[in-house]
């Protein structure tokens, strides 16, 4: 029984900034990735960041210079700070996370999204 709850999202004008959150809870055992996905309707989902439990980060091309991923390991959280948004930022962002549970299944989870709205 593992859950993710985003928070943050929500309306910011261009050039403004948002941060993300996101927390894991349940029976887990370890985190090895947890990312951020974004979905525009009628696209496909794609990666924005992801960080490793060791702090490597990836960032999409479209992002980099603009947006920050990084995680507390202890409080199973990670964060997502946007800045320099533009319009082409809005979209429904998820939390994902490659986790081992208690039982040491490992398992992919995703967060229910929260959406961002950049306004010009």
């Known amino acids: 029984q593992v859950q993710l709850v985003e928070s943050g999202g929500g309306l910011v004008q261009a050039g403004g900034s948002l941060r993300l959150s996101c927390a894991a809870s349940g029976s887990i055992f370890s985190i090895q990735t947890m990312g951020w996905y974004r979905q525009v309707p009628g696209k496909q989902r794609e990666l924005v960041a992801a960080i490793t439990s060791g702090g490597s980060t990836n960032y999409a091309d479209s992002v980099k210079g603009r947006f920050t991923i990084s995680r507390d390991n202890a409080k199973n959280t990670v964060y997502l700070q946007m800045n320099s948004l533009k319009s082409e930022d809005t979209a429904v962002y998820y939390c994902?996370?490659?986790?081992?549970?208690?039982?040491?299944?490992?398992?992919?989870?995703w967060g229910q999204g929260t959406q961002v709205t950049v306004s010009s």
């Open positions: 994902n996370a490659d986790l081992t549970t208690t039982s040491r299944w490992f398992r992919n989870y």
